[in-house]
C-alpha cells in the first residue's frame, strides 16, 4: 500500500512539473499574458490594393483578389465582382473574366449566367493583407520541385 | 364669399389710422426676421439625421445599413449624414425636394415601408428614385464633397485613376453610374446597366 502512495504521488508531480514546463510554449491568444495584464494588441494589416496579379502557388489556387473589395455586396440581389469581372463586363472594365468554369454546371454544361455554386465569390478568392505569414512555410510549387529534382540527376 | 374679399381688399388698402408708419416698417421688419429665421431654423431641424432616424423606417433599415460603410467611419473622421447625400445644398432644390418630402410624410403615416417586408418590397422603386435624381443631377451631392476638380489620380488606385480620367473626366458617366449601393444594401439588380 505505502509502495503504491509513494508511485502515485511521483507519478502526480511528475506530471505537474511537464505540464507546468510545457504551458509556457503552448501559444495562446494572449501571448503568455499575466492574467491581470491587458496584451498589447497587434495592428491590423492592411488590404493589397496594388492591381498586380500574384502568383498562384499550385495550379488550381484561386487567384488572390490585387484589390481591397470592402462593402462589395455578393447576395442574392447583386454580385459587385461580376458587375466587373462577368463576360459581359470584361470590356468596358477590362478586368479578368472569370473562367470559363464558373459557367458550368456540375454535369459540365454551359450556363449563360454565372453558375450557383460559382456565385460566391469570396468563397475561394480572398483579398491578400500586407503582412508576414504567423507560421513559416515550407511549401514547394511543382515547378520548383520539377526543377530540383531534374538537377538533381 | 365676395363681401368678406372686398372687405379684405379694402383693409388692405386704407392707410393705417392708428399706427406709425415707423411702427409698422420696423414691426414688419423685425416680425419678418422671426418668422424667417423660424422657418429657417424649422427647416433646418427636418434637415439632421437625428430628424431622419426619429422614424423607426429610416433607423431600422437605412440607418443600419449605413454603419459598416466607410460614409459613417473612416480613417479621417469626415461622416457624411443623411442629408449631405439626400437633400441638396442649394435652397431652391433643397425647398423642391423638401415639397417631395411630403409623400414620405404620407408613406410614414400610412405605413408604406413600415415592415423590413414592406422596405425590401419597395426596395427597388426607392432605390431608383434616387439614382434617377443623381443621374439627373449630375452627381451634385456626391460632388458637394468629392469635387472632381480637387482629386489627386496621382494618390488613387490605378483602377480608380483609370476611370476617372477616362469616363468621369469626360462627363460620359458621373458618380452614381458606378457607385451604387455605396451607402445602403442594393435591391435586386438585374436589368440594371452595368450589372447585368
New interface residues.
Partial sequence: MKKLITTLVLVVSAAVTYVQAESSNIATLRDNTALNEQKKTTAIPKVI?S?IKQKRSYPMQPPIIP?TT??Y?V????N?C??CH?R??TEESQAPMVSVTHYMDREGNFLAEISPRRYFCNQCHVNQFDTKPEVENTFVDMHTQTKQNAKAK | MKRVLTIAWQTIRKPSVHFSLGFLVLGGFIAGIIFWGGFNTALEVTNTEEFCISCHEMEANVYEELK???HFSNRSGVRATCPDCHVPHNWTDKIARKMQASKEVWGAIFGTINTREKFLAHRRRLAENEWRRLKANDSLECRNCHNFDYMDFSVQ???ASKMHSTSLASGEKTCIDCHK??AH?????SNVE???
Avoid: A, F, V, Y
Avoid at chain 1, 75 to 78: D, I, M, Q, V, W
Fill in positions: 490594393n492591381d484589390h470592402r462593402n455586396e447576395t442574392l440581389n447583386s459587385k461580376m458587375s462577368s459581359q463586363r | 459598416p460603410t466607410i488606385s490605378s483602377r449601393g455605396i444594401e442594393l435591391p435586386d439588380m452595368g450589372w447585368e
